[in-house]
């Protein structure tokens, strides 16, 4: 039998191009592309807070009957202006204006009853002043002994008389005139009372709630159109109960209103004392300017100034979004290698990098076209 002797390190050799691991594979040097770089730098960032709310109207009614009775007609409908003192729900009316018809067939009864009551004024005027022209007659008469004492008596009598009559005619009189102002004030009621079924606009604005249809029941209390003055808005942002320190009535912060595409510097007006226990949270009322197509119910958010702080940051060019991932090339012995970050908040210039980069780290800005992972940089000013 014949044996063959391999060396040793052939054996090795063979073993290790078979099952050891692969060679890095090198990528051809090629020619190297021109980019330009930034250096990653620490600064002083503005610290704000955000607080998220919605826009409201500052004026606000919600229209509603005063009595009960049937819808006839309702005048306006969601959306539409209005004018201040416009009518714009009408009730029924039938009861009320038989009560106005009533008072005033009331107040026609009272002033029929004035003649009468000025004739008997009249009358016991007259009596009186004949009692009186007789009893002093027989005065003089009496005082010469010319008549008996039952007769002066007679006379006295007959004057009293007179005077009684004439002073109940007088309050008969004015009984009636107190009659009168008390129907006249039964009609002005009335009166109010059938113009609550004339529903009118308190001021100019728009409508923008309505919850009410012709021939419905509408009930005192009950809610049926609700009506918002244009160009006075203000944002309601709930502000955490930790960051209230740095809220201030008077003070100006820049709202943002995403539906309207808007940013704009506004005023903290108020500041509700109370604290919503579920949220710990104060309710921030901010005015905002007027400007056009904003209405209630909008999405806004307020930025609050908070004290400076210090962070990584990036020009925003320097940073490559595809979907939800953010990415930078940074040089590494003029190699450009992608690296993915997390960012922060952004400025108008540059953006808050949380983290992916450290200070002094080179990283390419701006991004050519083209460029891939790995690929050779060189770096020109």
């Known amino acids: 039998m014949r044996f063959i002797f391999v060396p040793a390190l052939a054996v090795i050799t063979l073993l290790t191009g078979c099952g050891g691991e692969p060679h890095k594979k090198t990528a051809a040097p090629g020619p190297a592309t021109p980019v330009q770089s930034v250096a990653v730098t620490s600064r002083q960032w503005p610290g704000t807070y955000e607080a998220t709310g919605t826009v409201r109207a500052r004026t606000a009614a919600v229209l509603s009957s005063k009595v009960m009775a049937y819808v006839r007609q309702v005048s306006v409908q969601l959306g539409d202006r209005v004018r201040e003192s416009q009518e714009l729900v009408t009730l029924d009316a039938q009861d009320l204006d038989a009560n106005v018809r009533r008072a005033e067939a009331a107040e026609s009864e009272v002033r029929g009853a004035f003649p009468e009551g000025d004739n008997g004024v009249a009358g016991a005027k007259a009596n009186l002043d004949l009692a009186q022209s007789t009893f002093k007659r027989m005065e003089e008469l009496s005082a010469k002994r010319s008549i008996s004492n039952q007769e002066f008596d007679e006379a006295s009598a007959r004057l009293k008389a007179a005077q009684a009559g004439y002073d109940m005619a007088r309050a008969k009189r004015t009984q009636l005139d107190s009659k009168l102002a008390q129907v006249q004030q039964e009609i002005r009621a009335a009166k109010i009372m059938r113009d609550y079924t004339r529903i009118a606009a308190p001021f100019a604005g728009v409508v923008t709630a309505r919850s009410v249809e012709p021939g419905s029941l509408a009930v005192p209390g009950a809610p049926l159109l609700t009506i918002e003055r244009e160009g006075a808005y203000r944002l309601e942002a709930s502000v955490a109960e930790s960051r209230l320190p740095f809220v201030q009535a008077?003070?100006?912060?820049?709202?943002?209103?995403?539906?309207?595409?808007?940013?704009?510097?506004?005023?903290?007006?108020?500041?509700?004392?109370?604290?919503?226990?579920?949220?710990?949270?104060?309710?921030?009322?901010?005015?905002?300017?007027?400007?056009?197509?904003?209405?209630?119910?909008?999405?806004?958010?307020?930025?609050?100034?908070?004290?400076?702080?210090?962070?990584?940051?990036?020009?925003?060019?320097?940073?490559?979004?595809?979907?939800?991932?953010?990415?930078?090339?940074?040089?590494?012995?003029?190699?450009?290698?992608?690296?993915?970050?997390?960012?922060?908040?952004?400025?108008?210039?540059?953006?808050?990098?949380?983290?992916g980069v450290t200070e002094g780290e080179k990283v390419i800005n701006p991004v050519p076209t083209g460029i891939a992972d790995g690929a050779r940089v060189e770096i020109r000013q």
């Open 250 to 355: 008077g003070q100006t912060v820049e709202v943002a209103l995403d539906a309207l595409d808007r940013r704009l510097s506004a005023r903290v007006s108020e500041i509700v004392p109370a604290v919503d226990a579920a949220s710990r949270a104060y309710i921030v009322k901010i005015d905002l300017p007027g400007i056009p197509n904003l209405r209630s119910g909008v999405f806004g958010r307020a930025f609050f100034p908070l004290a400076p702080r210090t962070v990584v940051t990036l020009p925003a060019s320097a940073v490559v979004e595809r979907g939800q991932l953010q990415s930078v090339y940074v040089i590494e012995d003029n190699f450009a290698h992608t690296r993915l970050v997390t960012t922060g908040k952004r400025g108008s210039d540059a953006v808050e990098v949380l983290s």
